[in-house]
């Protein structure tokens, strides 16, 4: 398969998003489902809430390093694909009023890593900017690497984390 961004970032991103989220939920933050006997509920990680307990404590002006990863998903944020009739297209999100910095810094680096998974970066028409989607990931490792470092349980459990 062709993939015009660089590989290596890529693989680091998809690790430490995926020991990012083993650590969320090894911590405790999970989401809360109501029993739908006889299934069990899944585990999700709970980001939404994890978002909320850095409200305090989460200064984007730490470094110059994480500044600009802040400004970048702020100003330049990663489109997210949404179902219009039949079909699907891309809109940009827009920070909702409610949302802190952090809260919407937190569903951007989710929404990077929604439009990779899912397969949303494959339509080479809307995403051939190499530049950008590097940039959108480079972004996205600065500022989890800035929420675990201010988490003890979720570094703890991160640093944990084999595969």
């Known amino acids: 398969m062709e993939t015009t961004v660089d590989k290596t970032l890529l ?11 083993y650590a969320l939920k090894a911590s405790g933050l999970f989401k809360r489902h109501p029993p739908d006997p006889p ?4 585990a999700e990680p709970d980001w939404d809430t994890f978002a909320v ?5 989460f200064d984007p002006n730490a470094t110059r390093e994480l500044r600009e990863a802040c400004l970048y998903l702020q100003e330049s944020p990663p ?3 949404v179902i219009i009739g039949d079909g699907v297209a891309w809109e940009t999100p827009v920070r ?17 890593r929604n439009n990779l998974f899912h397969g949303g970066k494959y339509n080479i028409a809307m995403h051939e900017d190499t ?10 490792l600065v500022i989890l690497d800035a929420c675990l470092n201010l988490s003890p349980k979720q570094l703890a459990a991160y640093r944990e984390a084999r595969l």
């Open 96 to 112: 909702p009023v409610r949302d802190t910095e952090i809260e919407f810094l937190l569903r951007m680096v989710r929404c990077v």
């Open 11 to 21: 693989l680091e991103f998809f690790l430490v998003f995926s020991r990012f989220e």
């Open 79 to 81: 489109n997210q694909q």
């Open 39 to 42: 299934r069990l509920p899944k």
């Open 131 to 140: 530049q950008r989607t590097e940039m959108l990931l480079r972004s996205s």
């Open 53 to 57: 307990s850095l409200r305090d404590t």
